[in-house]
């Protein structure tokens, strides 16, 4: 019998490594009637797949998200999942939602979090991608007295570059489609040789390009990100 009856609980299963997910996270899930994650197109959802090894009898939950810009669609599918975990939640069952990464942090749970009753739910924080990919470049994300901002792939030329100029540390997420952007914005910005691209931290297919001048200048796969960092550092 589950312990939190009729409660959902937004899990962050960490950015890909399953051995990065907390002890915490792992409880929850286990001890879940309901596992609830989003599947793109394809059916394919990047954190079941992170938290695979945790999930046998609970009934799964997939949530199909379409690939579209309208926001609307995104809206629809979000209203229509926060009343079937609403009327489970009635029926006294504990939901726990897979977010990649942290729940909290550019992440679809916020969406479903906003829709449902916050006496009945809980979040577990996950470790995020930025954080991974500093330990995958073996690399500080700051030091000192440097500043560090995080902004995305869908933010206007302008935006991004005024951020390459002003801050120290920057990650730049959602770069998939938004590479050659990117590239160019390093480039104007004079920081094309600060920055470190990476793809699927933490899985099999895991990909760093420490020289992003090497990059093929065309769009990338969705989990990917940019670091760019201050090259003259003290020692
Ligand atoms: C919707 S956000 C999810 C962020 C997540 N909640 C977190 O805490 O990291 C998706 C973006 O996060 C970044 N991301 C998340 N996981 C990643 C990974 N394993 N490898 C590379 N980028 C990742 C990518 O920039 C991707 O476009």
Redesign the pocket.
């Known amino acids: 019998m589950s312990v939190y009856i009729g409660c959902f609980v937004g899990v962050?299963v960490?950015?890909?490594d399953p051995e990065l997910m907390t002890l915490k996270a792992v409880r929850h899930i286990e001890s879940a009637d309901v596992i609830a994650f989003l599947v793109n197109d394809k059916g394919h959802s990047?954190a079941k797949d992170i938290a695979n090894l945790f999930i046998e009898s609970q009934t799964l939950l997939p949530i199909l998200m379409p690939m579209a810009d309208d926001a609307k669609v995104g809206d629809a599918v979000y209203d229509q999942a926060s009343e079937q975990i609403q009327s489970l939640l009635d029926d006294n069952k504990k939901v726990v939602f897979l977010?990649?990464?942290?729940?909290?942090?550019?992440?679809?749970?916020t969406y479903l979090l906003s829709r449902l009753d916050h006496n009945s739910t809980l979040v577990v924080p996950?470790?995020?991608?930025?954080?991974?990919?500093a330990c995958a470049l073996q690399h500080p994300l700051t030091m000192l007295t440097e500043s560090y901002c995080v902004i995305?792939?869908r933010h206007d030329d302008a935006f991004i570059e005024s951020t390459l100029k002003n801050y120290d540390s920057i990650?730049?997420?959602?770069?998939?489609r938004a590479r050659v952007k990117i590239l160019n914005c390093l480039e104007n910005s004079n920081r094309l040789n600060e920055a470190k691209y990476?793809?699927?931290?933490?899985?099999d297919n895991?990909f760093i390009e420490e020289d992003v001048t090497q990059l093929d200048k065309q769009a990338g796969p969705?989990?990917?990100?940019f670091v760019v960092t201050k090259k003259d550092r003290p020692r």
């Open positions: 962050g960490g950015p890909g990047q977010c990649e990464g942290d729940p909290l942090f550019y992440a679809s749970f996950g470790i995020s991608s930025p954080q991974s990919a995305t792939g990650v730049i997420m959602k770069a998939g990476l793809e699927y931290i933490g899985r895991e969705y989990f990917s990100m």
